[in-house]
């Protein structure tokens, strides 16, 4: 069973800022955060990770809270392209990794 | 860099045969992991491959099986195929050294119709 969980679905107007949250109330000392997205029938396209402090890329920015029992993906401003079906993932690496997808939230953008 | 490349994008078996679908992954990449992907079931694990090695292993039954070569390219292989084996594969690929914990890129998948 997946470790976290997701709002099934989000609207966002474009040109505005989405926040997808996740909660990960049993994440474990070494796993990490990871948020991945889907576009229908591609395959999914990494966006971030991170630990336990706050990260940011030229995609997305992942906030993670002090107790790491959720996060939040912040794609700063939203575009058409960004609908898709967004994954909260938390993973430890070595032998023992592996990636253990939810059912996630489908961001819709709206014009 | 070239991404992660699954080989064929489509297949059409009948049931009862095997397929051999082929992953290459993005050079450097030592690790190899498979999913499948169905609209039941989502995207589920198969099995890792490290160096050549199963790391670490789904619940799926024994007719999915994989291997890795040493050039770190991987196949897996499905027996005596069900209809429920019907799906969309995904390989994805990252560079893993040790415990570290990086990223994994995933490739366009193989999407397997079994009629």
């Known amino acids: 069973d997946a470790k976290t969980t997701q709002p099934p679905s989000m609207d966002c107007a474009e040109g505005r800022a989405a926040n997808l949250p996740c909660n990960h109330s049993t994440i474990s000392g070494n796993e990490y955060v990871y948020w991945y997205r889907q576009i229908h029938s591609q395959g999914p396209q990494y966006i971030i990770h991170g630990l336990k402090n706050n990260e940011t890329n030229e995609m997305a920015s992942l906030i993670i809270t002090e107790d790491r029992k959720s996060s939040t993906l912040i794609l700063p401003h939203a575009t058409l392209r960004d609908t898709a079906v967004y994954y909260c993932?938390?993973?430890?690496?070595?032998?023992?990794?592996?990636?253990?997808f939810g059912k996630g939230t489908l961001l819709t953008v709206n014009p | 860099k070239a991404g992660v490349t699954q080989t064929p994008r489509y297949l059409i078996k009948t049931r009862g045969q095997q397929v051999t679908l082929s992953c290459s992954p993005i050079?450097?990449?030592?690790?190899v992991s498979w999913y499948q992907q169905t609209p039941g079931q989502g995207l589920q694990f198969l099995f890792e491959?490290?160096?050549?090695?199963?790391?670490n292993k789904g619940n799926f039954p024994g007719r999915f099986s994989g291997r890795q070569f040493s050039n770190s390219r991987s196949e897996m292989n499905v027996s005596t195929l069900e209809l429920g084996d019907s799906a969309l594969y995904l390989c994805a690929s990252r560079f893993a050294q040790g415990t570290g914990n990086t990223e994994a890129f995933f490739g366009q998948g193989t999407r397997l119709t079994v009629v």
């Open positions: 050079s450097g990449h030592r690790s």
């Open positions: 491959y490290f160096s050549e090695t199963q790391r």
């Open positions: 993932i938390v993973s430890s690496g070595g032998s023992n990794y592996k990636l253990t």
